[in-house]
């Protein structure tokens, strides 16, 4: 069911891979209420995936970016506001990165210079793609950027390895740049924290499925699905949330703010098998 929760709206979806990804999922629902859409992901992401089905479905232009890099950013506002004709009022960063993680590094042993690019990749570029549209006001008054981040930044997830690090400081960008895009253009910027969700990249998570297993029973309403978080995103998209930035907001069942459940207890309680 369709609202037109953003009808005349035009923003900039990035990481979709295939259609298990959130922000494929997003980019699906923002077509359906009424925004026009530029869809980006990196080159090698873009060889590995599916985007140029997605590009068909919701009617986008692919112009490839490495997040990395300061020409392609801009190159990818460039291209973006001519497609438009105009400014942007969306963009939802969903990146990320971890060649640590990918190369089976414990935490206590990582790579320093895969970390630097891992940071690069999946929490400084939301620096540089709000300073690069800053630059260029890119971004239309009142307009809304969103970043996926997850709950291991603030709390322990052994294997989730670097990537905790990397979502800290990816809120952090979010609060600072937040203030300072608001000061100048009302432009909001927030970070959902979503719950584990089976898509290609956190599927690559040691453990994720006895994880997934775990957070469902611990959240009172269950695991919250990509369908569900580009509903959320949507809402974030609209103008419905005029006056919410700098947030980080949980959308995970109620797993953040539960300390055990009946169902958790249970599991611990039951007899083992021999």
Known sequence: ??????????????????ERSIAWRTALKCYEEGAEIVLTNAPVAMRM????????AVKAPVIACDVSSNED???????????????????????????????????????????????DISAVSLHRMLATAMKMDAINDWGSVVALTYIA??????????MADAKALLESITRSFGYHYGVKKHVRVNTISQSPVRTTAGSGVKGFDGFMDYAEKMSPLGNATSDECANYIVMMFSDLTRKVTMQNLFHDGGFSFTGVTEAVIEKMEAPSTP
């Open 1 to 18: 069911m369709s609202y037109n929760l953003l009808k005349g709206k035009r923003g900039i979806i990035s990481g979709a891979l295939d």
């Open 49 to 56: 995936g599916e985007i140029n089905k997605l590009a068909e």
């Open 73 to 119: 950013v801009a190159n990818l506002f460039t291209k973006s506001m001519e497609h438009f004709g105009g400014g942007i009022d969306f963009i939802l960063h969903s990146i990320g990165m971890s060649i640590n993680v990918r190369k089976g590094k414990h935490y206590t042993e990582i790579d320093y210079g895969f970390n630097s690019k891992s940071l």
């Open 153 to 162: 930044a603030q709390r322990v997830f052994p294997d989730y390895n670097e």
